[in-house]
């Protein structure tokens, strides 16, 4: 998402700030699918936990869900950088 935001000339300085600005450029305006809202807000959720709560065990199902969900958002940022980022044609 940073990445994203960056080539746009967007940032901020807490990982919430960048799902806001990401939501809110990307997702509210159709760029990327409204599904990846939850798929963020969930994956925030899960790092959150996991790093302020001693005692947070994630599951072996929750880990690949968030694998199959990282696999999936990684494919939709390819798809919009070649979009909007085409590479230069060779010329000979």
Not at 27 to 56: H, M, P, R, W
């Amino acid at each position: 998402m940073r990445a994203i935001l960056a080539l746009d000339g967007i940032d901020s300085k807490k990982h919430s700030g960048i799902i806001s600005e990401f939501g809110h450029k990307y997702i509210k305006t159709g760029l990327f699918s409204k599904e990846f809202s939850k798929t963020i807000q969930k994956a925030f959720k899960v790092c959150n936990d996991s790093d302020y709560d001693d005692f947070y065990v994630v599951s072996k199902e929750e880990v690949s869900e968030q694998v199959e969900n990282a696999k999936i958002f990684l494919d939709a940022v390819e798809a919009y950088t070649e979009t909007m980022y085409p590479a230069e044609s060779e010329v000979h």
